[in-house]
């Protein structure tokens, strides 16, 4: 079994993300490839975003800090702190509002 503080990750990347030019950071804490399923954490500055993109498969943003919106089309769902979002089948996109961190849950497809 292995243990894994997602609050002291959150602290350490969102260090990261403050340092970055990019304004994000990012870790895979499970899974990968070799796995069904992805859990990542990610970090973004606020004002920053994950530009829109295709998921290839079900996928949930838990936030862990802050604040995001996730756009779908004409469609948006803000979370805060504690929020899970559900990840649309569709063409989306992730924004902070705030300084954040989430935690990203993917699986892959067959």
């Known amino acids: 079994m292995q243990k894994i503080s997602l609050d002291a ?3 350490e990347h969102l260090g990261r993300a403050e340092a970055s030019s990019a304004g994000r950071s990012a870790e895979t804490v499970y899974g990968g490839h070799e796995h ?4 990542t954490l990610i970090t973004l500055r ?4 994950l530009a829109e993109h295709d998921n290839r498969g079900e996928a949930t943003v838990l936030v862990l800090r ?5 756009r779908s089309g004409d469609t ?3 979370g805060m702190a504690g929020d899970l979002l559900i990840v649309p089948q569709a063409r989306h996109s992730l924004e902070a509002v705030e300084d954040a961190a989430a935690l990203l849950t993917v699986t892959k497809t067959a």
């Open 9 to 11: 990750l959150a602290r």
């Open 36 to 39: 069904v399923l992805r859990q």
């Open 46 to 49: 606020a004002g920053t975003a």
């Open 66 to 70: 802050g604040r995001v919106v996730l």
């Open 76 to 78: 948006s769902w803000e």
